[in-house]
């Protein structure tokens, strides 16, 4: 696995996460910039999810098993998509802290790809 494409993606979500939870701070939705942030993490995401797939193709094999690997990396993949359209339905400031803590989650679920993969 690409470590630093984890490392890349990991940090993005960190950042979402914490300019979304300053907009929960301050009372404030989810706004447009928001999602465009959501959208580049996201296809961080993808690009992980392609190099996973093409990484396990090449006969490459994770530590602790190809399924959970693959879990995870779909996990990843629709984590801050959902987390976006949980916000779009809730337009107070709970919609941003759902953003904030997607990308929590997706912060969280980089470390376990890592792990997985044998870092």
């Given amino acids: 696995m690409l470590y630093v494409l984890t490392l890349a993606t990991g940090l993005a979500a960190l950042l979402l996460a914490a300019w979304c939870g300053w907009a929960a701070y301050r009372d404030q939705p989810t706004k447009d910039w928001h999602f465009i942030g959501m959208a580049v993490v996201w296809l961080l995401s993808l690009v992980q999810l392609v190099t996973g797939i ?32 949980m916000s779009l339905t809730e337009r107070t400031k709970w919609g941003s802290v759902t953003a904030a803590a997607g990308g929590a989650v997706l912060a969280v679920l980089e470390v376990r790809l890592y792990d997985i993969w044998g870092g």
């Fill in 54 to 85: 093409v990484q396990l193709a090449r006969g490459e094999k994770p530590e602790q098993g190809t399924t959970i690997f693959v879990a995870y990396l779909l996990g990843a993949f629709a984590c801050v998509p959902a987390a976006g359209l």
